[in-house]
Every structure is written in structure tokens, then in C-alpha cells.
């Protein structure tokens, strides 16, 4: 009775052990994906970012959709309006971007990518100069772009826009 008793509590406090470990094994990972940078990621995200600039550079409309993950999770925020989701934000990709003649000059400045495993967002302020015939419109935006990295390369899943004050 007593070695069935002393195999029980070995067995128990190797759980309790276990769990122990696990939990901060858990800690651990949180900790690295907080503050680890996960280079090939980083630069994985940007060359997408760099393939959207692109698409608009282009004029490839289909290009600058497939970079975007449209379903009922995507969601997008611009101009202080409520929040829409992919078919709107499609909707609005193309009739902007698809009646810009001329991109003359797209600026991505203070440019960040942080990357948390298999989900990033990307930091900049516009300063976008785009031509609709001979008008000329310029963006300077505070955007973020939030990126999960699927199957087809990591692809946008929120959009958020909002006026970069000159104070």
C-alpha cells in the first residue's frame, strides 16, 4: 500500500512538474514573439508590400486584390467612416486605384514591420502622388496593413487609413 502510494504522488508531482514547465515554456514564447524580429518574415512581408506598390504602379488591379484575404474576417477603417469589410474594400481598391493614370511618386515613409509569428503589420505614413487624368491628388495617410502569412504568402486582412495631421 505505501509503494502504491508513493508511485501515486511520484506520478502526480510529475504533472504538476510538467504543467510547470509548459507554462513557462508558454511564457517563453510569448516573450519571443513579442520581441523577436523574425528576419525572413520581415523581409517576406516587405517584398509583398513592395509587389502591392507595384500592382498599383502597374495598373494590375487583379494583382493588387490578390493580396488581400477576402472573407467575413476582413475589415477595413478609412476616411473617420465605420468600419466595412471586403466587398466594399474591393469595391473601392478598384475604382480608385483603377482610375489612377499616373503614379508619380509612392512614398512609404517611417516605414515598420513588426511580425508576431504568423501575423504582421506594417506601419507607414503616405505620401502618395497619384494622377486622375491631369489632377492631381496626394495622399498622406497614417496606414496600417495587417498581414497573415497563409498558404499563398501573407496576405492583407485589415486595412486602416486615417489623415496624417501636419502639426
Request: with cysteine; glycine share 6%.
Amino acid at each position: 500500500m505505501k509503494t502504491k502510494l508513493t508511485v501515486v504522488l511520484i506520478i502526480i508531482l510529475s504533472i504538476v512538474i510538467t504543467g510547470c514547465d509548459t507554462e513557462d515554456d508558454n511564457q517563453d514564447i510569448n516573450r519571443n514573439i513579442i520581441t523577436y524580429e523574425f528576419p525572413e518574415a520581415k523581409q517576406q512581408v516587405l517584398e509583398t508590400f513592395g509587389a502591392i506598390a507595384q500592382s498599383i504602379k502597374d495598373g494590375d488591379m487583379d494583382k493588387l486584390i490578390s493580396f488581400h484575404a477576402y472573407g467575413p474576417k476582413f475589415t477595413e477603417f478609412k476616411n473617420g467612416q465605420p468600419r466595412n469589410g471586403d466587398v466594399a474594400n474591393e469595391a473601392h481598391e478598384r475604382s480608385v486605384f483603377g482610375a489612377v493614370t499616373e503614379v508619380v511618386r509612392f512614398a512609404a515613409d517611417d516605414l515598420q514591420i513588426a511580425v508576431y509569428g504568423e501575423v504582421a503589420n506594417l506601419t507607414f505614413h503616405s505620401d502618395f502622388h497619384l494622377k486622375f487624368g491631369d489632377d492631381l491628388v496626394i495622399v498622406n495617410d497614417q496606414i496600417t496593413l495587417l498581414f497573415v502569412n497563409t498558404s499563398d504568402g501573407w496576405k492583407m486582412v485589415h486595412e486602416h487609413h486615417a489623415p496624417l495631421s501636419n502639426d
